[in-house]
T-cell receptor, first 112, second 112 residues
């Protein structure tokens, strides 16, 4: 069975440009998470979905970040416009409700 | 002050050594304690999971939790070069929406 699939693996963009990341969770996992991992730091939660509903987006910078999980499966995280400080690894994870996580390999974003 | 503190290392040990990795935390609500291993350019993968205080052993790995001291440890016996990775402690609590709070990670290198 495929794990959590993320694309692209790497992205380099100029500041003020938009960028989007895509995540396909493990089949049957109803909970999906987006985490951001800055260099030398642990991951920090941006948003959590239960099926298609965003149930915790308190840490998502809503002025420039948006996310969606249509049909409760795949998810997209968008940044518009990107800032230099957004350079990080964006990790997607999925789980059954209150279950253990499986993380994807992440998208490494560099904003120049 | 961060909720979870972890010595970032780097930690370099010879093959076969016993490795001790530690985290302290401030939120007494944490009940579930995990250790993740993260190889370079990969997402974190769950290594050990412990509920409340006590010890748990799995092969060469032992996790310890001391809730009275708000201190958790991971011991690796007979360390191997393949153990070279970043080790992240993570914690959560019932009612927390399965959100994980991570330490900064300790970078470990096991040398031949």
């Amino acid at each position: 069975e495929a794990g959590v699939v993320q694309s692209p693996r790497y992205k380099i963009i100029e500041k003020k440009q938009p960028v989007a990341f895509w995540c396909n969770p493990i089949s049957g996992h109803n909970t999906l998470y987006w985490y951001r991992q800055n260099l030398g730091q642990g991951p920090e939660l941006l948003i959590r979905y239960e099926n298609e509903e965003a149930v915790d987006d308190s840490q998502l910078p809503k002025d420039r970040f948006s996310a969606e999980r249509l049909k409760g499966v795949d998810s997209t995280l968008k940044i518009q416009p990107a800032e230099l400080g957004d350079s990080a690894v964006y990790l997607c994870a999925s789980s059954l409700t209150d279950g253990g996580y499986t993380f994807g390999s992440g998208t490494r974003l560099t904003v120049v | 002050q961060k909720e979870v503190e972890q010595d970032p290392g780097p930690l370099s040990v010879p093959e076969g050594a016993i490795v001790s990795l530690n985290c302290t935390y401030s939120n007494s609500a944490f009940q579930y304690f995990m250790w993740y291993r993260q190889y370079s350019r990969k997402g974190p993968e769950l290594l050990m999971y412990t509920y409340s205080s006590g010890n748990k052993e799995d092969g060469r790995f032992t996790a310890q939790v001391d809730k009275s001291s708000k201190y958790i440890s991971l011991f690796i016996r007979d360390s191997q070069p393949s153990d070279s990775a970043t080790y992240l402690c993570a914690m959560s609590f019932t009612g927390g929406g399965n959100k994980l709070t991570f330490g900064t990670g300790t970078q470990l290198k096991v040398e031949l």
